[in-house]
């Protein structure tokens, strides 16, 4: 009707051409609004894909969230359990630190009392010698007046001779000067000494104990050195030290224990931490068996080498283990140099 409606045949034509124009532009919209409604329906694609992705990201993050959650609450739980654990293994440090402390000044104790006790023996044999040394000086003055003075005829040179062993041996019998009370000197004098004052017999016995080193037999006829001599790191607390003065043989349950080498029996003691302990003296040497169990053995009695002594001990843990200790005087010597190789 718009073009039939033209008044010329040039007004139609341009009628014709803008209605083409026209469409021609509306098809070309039309093509716009289609790109447009395609890339708007590939966003919302893209988005909800995203949302998705999101969701899930959400969703595992939450679930990541709870499950950190819970690994704290269990951490908590763990941290609170090992600071019982420490608290427990302080403890159980403390107590160990104390009963070797206890150990310790025992058998510090008994080495000045046997130092004490031998240089007392001692110095009363010097007395002893000194005091027949004198009454056999004397008895010889007196028999060279006697000769010299002609109160009476002189007894023959063996006679004399055979009285005078004869006093000698009453003298040291009796020697009623050597078992004078010791004076407040010679005591402080005992107890000042450092080292055993050695008899033939003990002298022999330390020179034998001596040439054994690195040869002694273990204590336990099975087991292995689960702590060593000296100073170490402790194996769980950090910054913290330990010191043995001995070394630690676990072994099995029930094991014997026996003495490395001949002595005597010293010290029989039982110590809280430490259970049983055996000291035997071996001239100016002294071996330690800490944690026994049972004991086979009594005080001043003599042993031989690998005689069993006792039984090693099992602590609460289930562990089987004696300490053993060397001792030289009072200095503390390390006993994997004087153990024997296994």
């Known amino acids: 009707m718009f073009l039939f409606a033209s008044e010329s045949f040039n007004q139609f034509a341009l009628r014709l051409r803008y209605i083409r124009q026209y ?28 949302q998705k992705r999101k969701s899930s990201l959400l969703n595992n993050q939450l679930n990541e969230n709870r499950n950190l959650l819970t690994l704290k609450s269990k951490e908590d739980e763990m941290v609170q359990q090992l ?37 007392r023996a001692a110095r009363l044999a010097a007395r002893r010698q000194a005091a027949l040394a004198a009454a056999r000086e004397a008895r010889r003055a007196a028999a060279a007046r006697n000769a010299g003075g002609g109160a009476g005829p002189a007894r023959p040179r063996r006679e004399t001779a055979a009285s005078e062993e004869t006093n000698d041996a009453n003298n040291d019998t009796a020697a009623p000067e ?34 054994n080193k690195g040869r002694l037999p273990w204590p336990v006829s099975r087991g292995f ?31 014997e224990v026996r003495s490395c080498f001949d002595g005597k029996v010293l010290t029989i003691a039982n110590i809280a931490g430490m259970n049983t302990i055996v000291m035997i003296q071996h001239g100016d040497f002294f071996t330690v068996y800490a944690k026994l169990r049972s004991v086979n053995v009594h005080e001043g009695q003599r042993v031989s080498a690998r005689e069993v002594i006792g039984t090693v001990a099992t602590n609460a843990e289930g562990t089987s283990e004696v300490q053993f200790q060397v001792w030289h005087n009072s200095a503390n010597l390390n006993p994997e140099n004087w153990l024997g190789h296994k």
């Open 178 to 211: 050597s078992d004078a009370p010791e004076t407040a000197a010679e005591a402080a004098a005992d107890r000042r000494a450092v080292r055993i004052a050695l008899t033939p017999e003990t002298a022999l016995a330390s020179s034998s104990f001596s040439g």
């Open 23 to 50: 469409t021609e532009e509306r098809q070309r919209q039309a093509a716009r609004i289609m790109g447009t409604q395609y890339r708007l329906h590939q966003q919302l694609s893209g988005l909800t894909q995203q």
């Open 83 to 119: 600071s019982q654990q420490e608290q427990g293994l302080r403890q159980e440090l403390e107590e160990r630190r104390q009963a070797v402390n206890r150990l310790d000044n025992l058998i510090a104790e008994r080495v000045r009392e046997e130092i004490a006790r031998a240089a």
């Open 225 to 255: 050195i689960s702590q060593h001599f000296g100073r170490h790191p402790h194996p769980v607390l950090k910054h913290v030290t330990v010191e043995n003065r001995g070394v630690d043989i676990q072994t099995a349950a029930g094991e």
